[in-house]
């Protein structure tokens, strides 16, 4: 270990060395470009508020649901890293004590990209001098909080300073989009929301009728009656359209888009709501979660919304710590996904609509090479999404590249995208997706597959051109 921590140039870049200069040359090339994060779930009131960042738990500790589940995973409670609501028994609230409980974890980290993103952040971005441990736990801790002190370090100047020329935060149905109203007086086209409508197309969620309610609320048509649900969701995405937003996003379980008839999607809405309590059964819950899949990707044909999919998430593994520390601290696992099938009645519907788009993403990687590059290397309307979550790692992007390519080719991608509510990680990320691709495209040009001219022509598409295309309007 040097006396100053300091990150190799050529990191994630190829270690043999035929091909390293290459992606060298080519990760020069698209290094610099501007940042378009058109799928993340960074607050928009960091940008609203413009407030400075808290302390360095609170930025980079407390709110990463990566980096607790790691050190969870050796033994730590999540009270003691600072998740949890107020009241909660054993929270701790002194923020250098999280840190030092950070720092004494960092060796779980090797070989992740939590610390690939972590080590960007503290080395590029709050210019720490020394490597995480128990022992510099607090020097890691004073040079942060230094850093974040400082003006330049508002999130609006971060923009500016991340080369972000776009930035997409994630929207309830029922927000207000007051926040976003400000957003787009005082940084026109920046800051843009989200049409994130999933709590009110499940009505097995606890909270379905008081969404319902929202949803009433806000856009002003009364959702007790099933078309009346469909108006006030059609009313809400144009607010959404009319405040600047280019996308819809849905975290459903299955792909699965199959329509129901009218008559059985208002019988089952009306059940859903019904005095009585009993609900949906979970299969009658699953059927109508999926038509209102479909009539989400009819809406976006009429709108314009570039309609996200990433389903294959199970929510809250652990349901009792759901239940205790509040939504996305529950430990969601992968499961295996269907797309071929389950987008089949969209496609049909819509593949070849100039005025629809789906982009689709997958933590499944089976369903790269065998469903989901083949139907984006057919439909027009269908984008494959970059490698999201657990997928979002060097060796995991390498392999979608390698599955995908040869079937859908790169212009039926979406370009990278970030996924993430950890603000200062969106450089982190972008950057280790434009190494990771400099690496691949590098060996196509060794292998005189590609010429180099067209490799990073190709770079500078997946790292800012094809994320551009990929969620404009069509």
Not at 41 to 69: K, W
Not at 240 to 257: E, I, K, S, Y
Not at 362 to 389: C, H, K, M, N, Q
Not at 438 to 467: F, I, M, N
Request: hydrophobic share 45%.
């Amino acid at each position: 270990m040097t006396d100053t921590w300091t990150l190799h140039p050529d990191r994630a870049l190829p270690a043999d060395p035929t091909t390293r200069p290459i992606a060298r040359e080519i990760y020069a090339a698209v290094r610099d470009l501007p940042i378009v994060s058109m799928h993340g779930h960074v607050d928009v009131a960091a940008f609203a508020d413009d407030e400075p960042f808290p302390d360095p738990a609170q930025l980079l500790v407390v709110p990463d649901h990566y980096l607790t589940r790691m050190l969870v995973s050796q033994g730590a409670r999540l009270p003691e890293l600072g998740v949890g609501p107020a009241g909660t028994p054993g929270l701790e609230t002194d923020p250098r004590e999280i840190f030092r409980r950070f720092c004494a974890g960092w060796k779980h980290f090797r070989g992740t990209p939590t610390r690939y993103w972590l080590e960007h952040e503290l080395v590029e971005i709050f210019g720490v001098t020394v490597r995480p441990s128990a022992e510099t736990a607090d020097e890691v801790y004073d040079q942060v909080a230094a850093a974040i002190a400082d003006p330049a370090f508002r999130p609006r100047a971060l923009l500016d300073r991340f080369r972000i020329e776009t930035i997409a935060t994630t929207d309830p149905a029922w927000s207000p989009l007051d926040e976003h109203a400000k957003l787009a007086a005082e940084l026109p086209g920046r800051v843009l929301p989200t049409f994130r409508p999933d709590p009110l197309l499940h009505p097995a969620r606890a909270t379905w009728r008081d969404d319902l309610d929202r949803l009433a609320a806000a856009s002003g048509i009364a959702t007790d009656t099933y078309a009346g649900f469909l108006d006030a969701l059609r009313e809400r995405r144009a607010a959404f359209v009319a405040a600047g937003g280019l996308a819809t996003d849905h975290g459903h379980l299955a792909a699965d888009t199959t329509p129901l008839p009218d008559d059985v999607a208002q019988a089952l809405f009306d059940k859903a709501r019904g005095a009585d309590g009993a609900g949906l059964s979970t299969e009658e819950e699953a059927a109508f979660s999926a038509h209102m899949l479909f009539q989400m990707a009819a809406m976006s044909a009429q709108d314009g919304l570039v309609m996200q999919l990433h389903p294959g998430v199970l929510r809250d593994h652990d349901p009792a710590v759901a239940a205790a520390f509040g939504p996305d601290k529950g430990y969601d696992i992968p499961v295996a996904a269907e797309f071929a099938r389950g987008l089949r009645p969209v496609l049909e519907a819509f593949g070849h609509a100039e005025s629809f788009r789906l982009v689709a993403f997958t933590i499944d990687e089976d369903v790269y090479s065998r469903e989901l590059a083949p139907l984006a290397g057919v439909y027009p309307a269908l984008r494959l999404g970059a490698p999201w979550w657990f997928l979002d790692a060097p060796d995991a992007m390498r392999r979608f590249r390698e599955a995908a390519t040869e079937t859908a080719g790169f212009s039926n991608m979406s370009g990278f995208v970030d996924d993430t509510r950890a603000f200062c990680s969106i450089p982190a990320r972008h950057d280790l997706a434009r190494r990771v691709d400099a690496g691949y495209l590098a060996r196509l040009v060794a292998e005189h597959r590609l010429e180099l001219d067209e490799a990073v022509d190709t770079a500078a598409d997946l790292a800012y051109h094809l994320p551009k295309q990929a969620y404009a309007r069509p």
